[in-house]
């Protein structure tokens, strides 16, 4: 066996994912055999609307023959969906179909040793309905990994979030410097492992301009003593810094990664900077999970507009 597959998971049947596949395969080849678990039906009829064309390769989740895989056809492990018609609204009645992809992907995975997955996205509001906070959390559940950390990555720079689809008004809550600790050790070995270096990396504070006006801000009780500790550690590390600040030019260029203390600190001056061009890795599982950095977008399904960079990207970073 050459290269091992890159197992891919459809996520949400109504979302723009199968588009984006559709046109990642289409401008482009990839070595590691691509493997895509999801509904035949659904994938079939999305085709046909989309006006695309592809065989597939039905190999079942049993599959141990890995010269079957064909990256001229569409390898399918495929997953029974009772649907009505191809372009539905999204609900929670997806969700036994999106769980049970899931559940087989990481079967196979487990069972054949795989380390390449990516899914597309889900609806956090009808999927998770408030049992984890995203699919990073819900993949540390699954596995059995307590220590996860999302990056969004660009070789340009990346971002990582202290916490992820958290509430502003609990943010301050979760912040501790076990957790900075955690994210800083999780995104250098990732470096280390992939690139063999240790990152430059800048932390921000939580309050405007790291300051506050009351005693005990979360900038003296735990960021800046969490950054001193970091730094006896050798650790390339500085900050804290001003969110308002961190991403202009001048200071972009002397890191590799910006951590931030919640979601939407860090992530719309990265979409800002590189559009699609960037990938949702989660680190810390034991395979290397991606995730296209967009979500089930389902007013443009069925449009044929949607852009398949991300995904591309995320294919390109495990087709190595």
């Given at each position: ?58 190999i079942g989740e049993k599959f141990k023959n890995f010269s079957k895989l064909d990256n001229k056809k569409i390898n399918l492990i495929n997953v029974d969906y009772d649907f009505k018609k191809c372009f539905e609204d999204i609900s929670s009645k997806s969700n036994k179909y999106i769980n049970k992809t899931f559940m ?217």
């Amino acid at each position: 066996m050459g290269k091992k597959p890159i197992v891919i998971v459809g996520g949400e049947p109504n979302s723009v994912f199968l588009e984006i596949f559709f046109k990642s395969i289409k401008v482009n080849s990839y070595k590691s055999p691509l493997i895509i678990v999801v509904s035949k039906r659904l994938l079939q009829k999305q085709m046909i609307k989309l006006g695309f064309s592809y065989e597939i390769n039905d190999i079942g989740e049993k599959f141990k023959n890995f010269s079957k895989l064909d990256n001229k056809k569409i390898n399918l492990i495929n997953v029974d969906y009772d649907f009505k018609k191809c372009f539905e609204d999204i609900s929670s009645k997806s969700n036994k179909y999106i769980n049970k992809t899931f559940m087989i992907a990481l079967k196979v995975m487990q069972q054949n040793n795989f380390s390449k997955f990516i899914n597309g996205p889900i609806s956090k509001k009808h999927f998770l309905k408030g049992k984890t906070l995203g699919i990073t959390e819900y993949l540390a559940k699954k596995t059995k990994i307590n220590k996860v950390a999302m990056l969004i990555f660009n070789k340009g720079l990346s971002v990582s979030p202290l916490t992820t689809h958290l509430a502003l008004k609990d943010v301050h809550k979760t912040i501790s410097k076990n957790r900075i600790y955690t994210q800083v050790n999780l995104i250098n070995c990732f470096y280390k492992k992939e690139f063999n270096k240790i990152p430059r990396i800048a932390i921000t504070g939580l309050n405007p301009h790291c300051e506050s006006n009351f005693q005990n801000s979360e900038e003296d009780e735990i960021i800046i003593p969490a950054i001193k500790r970091l730094k006896l550690r050798n650790t390339n590390i500085n900050g804290p810094f001003p969110a308002d600040t961190i991403f202009t030019k001048s200071l972009l260029k002397d890191y590799d990664v910006i951590i931030g203390m919640y979601h939407d600190q860090v992530l719309p001056p990265m979409k800002a900077l590189f559009n699609f061009n960037a990938i949702n890795i989660t680190l810390g599982l034991p395979f290397t999970r991606i995730s296209p950095d967009h979500g089930p977008n389902h007013s443009m399904l069925g449009k044929n507009l949607s852009d398949p960079k991300s995904l591309i990207q995320a294919l390109k970073f495990l087709d190595k």
